[in-house]
């Protein structure tokens, strides 16, 4: 994609598109700093660029309504900075760009993990937190959400653009795993195609197996026509553990605790996001010691 970035941006900004892949030019560059809004927008249009600005006015609707222009895209910070969807970046060098943002703007960058106030999870944690003996927790994360072909031809099936499933479906749950049983000590990758991984994680307090996967066919069930089909799973110890409601607001209260001056920003991300570029390019452990009971079942043993 090609890109305009506006003056009132900073340069940081420029990089972390370019970082990204794309093609990013900033206006000051280009000699046309301190243009009016109008002068610089046909500008900007006669090249049919994707303008990136901090100016309402440029990204305006009503003056520019979708479908007349290339695109453009609002970054306006307030005093509380501005809220990113999870993952905020899928390379961890990337999150060192956004702290330079942050040095230079003066604002910061928060993201949504909010399954870390879901409210039977945070019982888990408070729980847990109170123990104090030093017994490992045995952890098997499941997660299977049936995606069809689509996935695999959009942005979301090349990996250098969502970082895979490990990133795009799996990092939420590593992150609050994480939250739960503290840092990483060790990885590994027992699995990678792209439609399905697992791996093993050791944590400071637990041992994790997990599983990943796309396929409607690692479903425990049937899928019936009108019927879900995601198939979510955490136990602990062999116990499950519930957290199948609860979610309707969480998205709500991550926005309330960030206005109150407590949102989640880049130190929070950061663990996550390591791990998961870990999990990427981690070479695959053909015989593990401790995988994933699903891993052992025909039609994953027997793939291509």
Not at 231 to 237: E, F, G, L
Request: aromatic share 8%.
């Amino acid at each position: 994609m090609r890109i305009k970035v506006d003056e009132d941006l900073p340069r940081a900004v420029a990089q972390l598109i370019c970082d990204r892949g794309h093609q990013a030019e900033r206006v000051v560059d280009e000699k046309m700093g301190g243009w009016k809004d109008a002068q610089l927008w046909e500008g900007v249009q006669s090249e049919r660029r994707f303008l990136v600005t901090a100016d309402k006015g440029l990204a305006d609707a009503r003056a520019h309504p979708p479908g007349s222009h290339a695109g453009v895209l609002l970054l306006r910070p307030d005093q509380e900075g501005v809220h990113c969807e999870k993952p905020l970046v899928i390379n961890p060098w990337n999150l060192d760009a956004l702290e330079q943002i942050e040095t230079e703007s003066g604002r910061r960058v928060y993201t949504l993990l909010q399954l870390r106030l879901h409210p039977a999870l945070v019982e888990l944690k408070r729980r847990f937190d109170s123990e104090t003996g030093t017994a490992r927790r045995e952890v098997v994360l499941t997660y299977v959400t049936s995606r069809g072909r689509w996935y695999d031809v959009s942005w979301k099936g090349q990996e250098d653009r969502s970082g895979g499933i490990a990133t795009n479906i799996g990092i939420h749950f590593f992150d609050l795993l994480m939250w739960l049983f503290g840092s990483m000590q060790r990885s590994e990758v027992h699995l990678t195609e792209r439609r399905r991984m697992a791996g093993f994680i050791e944590l400071a307090r637990a041992n994790v197996r997990w599983f990943l996967s796309l396929e409607t066919g690692d479903l425990p069930f049937s899928v019936q026509p009108g019927q879900r089909s995601t198939y979510r799973s955490i136990t602990v110890d062999g116990q499950e553990v519930e957290f199948t409601e609860g979610f309707t607001d969480l998205h709500t209260r991550v926005y309330e605790r960030t206005l109150a001056g407590d949102g989640f920003g880049i130190k929070d991300a950061r663990p996550s996001i390591e791990l998961v570029h870990q999990i990427r390019t981690a070479r695959v452990i053909e015989a593990p010691d401790c995988p994933h009971p699903f891993i052992d079942r025909p039609w994953v043993t027997g793939r291509e």
